[in-house]
């Protein structure tokens, strides 16, 4: 308040000019609310008002001004021009309704991602994306987890060779990381918790809107635990926490945003598979190969379910060992020391406690049908003091969509990479 002379800087979302006073919508700030700039003639001289009366929506400009005792305009903040200077035309009229009259569609703001960034309900996706990040080291850090950063460019995969990109490593062949889980595993001989944010590559040829090329992940790791129910009350702690925090922080201005977000999570469930079989075929939908994964369908049949009983979100545990890779711990029932995490319908994370014993994780990869041989730096960890440990992946994008109550994960990442956007 007072007469402090403030200078802004920002794109023109929109202007309209009443007789001698004229209104620019500016977007200055990550504060989400655009500001409005109030110009009065009388106030400025004639050079500016000429200049304010012309300028064109998606200008870059600097405005100094006053802010006044007390605000008129509804959308919040207010800034009276005593100065305003053009940085930057426009060349064309923006390929974006930065007005936001106009919605463009999915395929516009991805090929123009930073024009949409101007519009505040779009900008609000990316300002949630950087705080989850934040409760996400929050979270692990208050828990004693070590935030790491393993290789992306890597020898081998954690579950073979057909979903890897290739790439040429001095003449000979790397292969980008699918996931951090050999390495984040080897850690575990030396320190006790681990996290990383990461990003997964993965060479399906994926359509869904849940899948894309190259994602974000979030990898945990512990040691020392007893079984996999104590990585599932460390995740369950992180997805309520974060979910708590963002809708403490921007729950309100996602709402006035018109989004509908999942909110603050309660307790999360912890559904056997055999349990979730039976309540799909319940509701007639035959899961095929039995004691495979979920299908999609079965999935959401499920979600449906669990909505029903007021819950989001939910654990399926103790999958039968054919349905997890390798390092998965076996039980003698033939079932495994394994979970997923899924939100309405949707996995949004896997894990379980590992093999940890030698002997144990050499019969399980030639099970499996994989060469032992390609994992020798791996299994060389497990020969000094590896603790019984397991942990979990959780997909990023896939958090952040549900908690935003979107349904396309291309929505929450800038740039997605899939097999039809590889530009821009
Ligand atoms: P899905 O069955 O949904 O394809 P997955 O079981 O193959 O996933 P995991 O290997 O368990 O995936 O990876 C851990 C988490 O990472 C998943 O639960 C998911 O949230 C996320 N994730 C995996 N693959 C992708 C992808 N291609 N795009 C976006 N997120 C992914
Ligand atoms: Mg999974």
């Given at each position: 308040m007072g007469d402090a002379v403030k200078a802004v800087e920002g794109w023109v979302n929109n202007s309209k000019v009443l007789g001698r006073i004229a209104f620019l919508e500016v977007i200055d700030d990550l504060s989400l609310g655009v500001l409005t700039v109030v110009v009065k003639r009388s106030e400025v001289g004639p050079e500016t008002w000429e200049l304010v009366k012309k300028i064109k929506i998606g200008s870059a400009v600097r405005v100094e001004g006053v802010e006044p005792p007390?605000?008129?305009?509804?959308?919040g903040r207010e800034l009276h021009a005593l100065r305003v200077e053009v940085l930057a035309e426009p060349e064309e009229p923006l390929p974006v309704d930065v007005t936001g009259k106009t919605p463009a569609g999915l395929e516009t703001r991805l090929e123009y991602r930073y024009v949409s960034l101007r519009l505040p309900a779009y900008r609000a996706i990316f300002v949630a994306r950087a705080r989850l990040a934040r409760y996400t080291r929050e979270y692990f850090e208050e828990k004693g987890f070590l935030e790491v950063h393993t290789p992306k460019?890597?020898?081998?995969g954690a579950e073979g060779g057909a979903t890897l990109f290739r790439v040429d490593y001095f003449g000979g062949t790397a292969y980008l990381s699918q996931s951090p889980q050999l390495y984040k595993q080897m850690l575990m001989c030396g320190v006790p918790r681990v996290f990383e944010i990461t990003p997964y590559f993965r060479a399906e040829k994926f359509d869904t809107p849940r899948h894309l090329n190259e994602s974000w992940g979030v990898d945990a790791e512990m040691g020392f635990?007893?079984?996999?129910h104590d990585v599932m009350d460390i995740l369950e702690g992180y997805v309520r926490h974060v979910s708590q925090r963002l809708d403490e922080e921007m729950g309100d201005e996602l709402r006035r945003l018109g989004f509908r977000p999942l909110g603050k999570l309660g307790n999360i469930p912890r559904v056997t598979y055999r349990e979730a079989i039976g309540i799909v075929e319940e509701r007639g939908h035959r899961v095929e190969g039995e004691g495979g994964d979920l299908d999609t369908r079965a999935e959401r049949i499920l979600g449906e379910y669990m909505a029903e009983q007021g819950y989001d979100a939910y654990f399926i545990v103790d999958?039968?060992?054919?349905?997890?890779?390798?390092?998965i711990m076996r039980e003698?029932?033939?079932?495994?020391r394994s979970f997923d995490l899924d939100i309405r319908g949707t996995e949004i994370a896997s894990g379980g406690q590992r093999e940890h014993r030698r002997s144990v994780l050499y019969s399980n990869l030639v099970e499996k049908g994989l060469d032992p041989s390609s994992f020798k730096f791996y299994l060389e960890a497990f020969k000094y003091g590896m603790p019984p440990h397991g942990g979990f992946g959780l997909g990023f994008d896939r958090l952040l969509m549900k908690l935003l109550g979107l349904d396309n994960i291309r929505e929450v990442v800038l740039f997605p990479r899939d097999r039809f956007h590889l530009v821009p």
């Open positions: 007390e605000v008129v305009s509804r959308k460019l890597v020898g081998a635990i007893r079984s996999h999958y039968p060992w054919e349905a997890k890779p390798f390092y003698e029932n033939g079932l495994s």
